[in-house]
């Protein structure tokens, strides 16, 4: 008794197996898992501001001639050396953030709104309200100038080199 057996194909007709089924939705399921973690990674570590340093140094007190008034566009600042001794103030208007730039027969001007500062950062007139704000100088081991802009101080300050 010879009976022949009918010969099974592993063809399933074009569907997909169970087995294959399980194989694919996983690797979705940890592709996705994966993309999730690596965006929460993401968030935590924070961006990078590239700025400047709020700390710099701006020469020799030699490179300052006396009695005069030196503008650092880079650093938007201002370098005075008077009789009394060197002051830092900032060129950035209190009104809406403008660059001062220059100095007239008044003070400062601010070319956007016309705000104007004495010599001493104090508001003569315009729309700001608030002076501007004068930094603390040091001198260096190397004996140059450093204006530190994360600190205030008054503007009596004089820094004598």
């Keep these: 008794m010879n009976v022949k057996r009918k010969a099974t194909s ?3 007709n074009g569907r997909i197996g169970r087995r294959a089924l399980i194989v694919t939705g996983s690797g979705g399921l940890m592709a996705g898992l994966v993309g ?36 650092l566009a880079e650093r938007r600042v201002f370098i005075f050396n008077t009789p009394r001794g060197f002051y830092a103030m900032s060129a950035v208007c209190t009104h809406l953030g403008c660059n001062i730039d220059h100095v007239d027969a008044r003070g400062f ?53």
């Design 109 to 161: 001007e601010c070319p956007c709104h016309g705000s104007v500062f004495d010599m001493a950062g104090r508001v003569v007139e315009g729309p700001a309200t608030r002076p501007l704000p004068c930094f603390p100088l040091i001198l260096s081991r190397r004996g140059e100038l450093v204006v530190d802009t994360r600190r205030r101080v008054d503007s009596s300050y004089r820094f004598q080199a």
């Design 36 to 71: 999730l973690i690596g965006g929460m990674g993401r968030f935590l570590v924070p961006n990078v501001i590239y700025e400047s340093p709020r700390r710099f140094t701006i020469g020799r007190p030699d490179d300052f001639p006396p009695n005069s008034a030196t503008f």
């Design 10 to 12: 592993k063809r399933s």
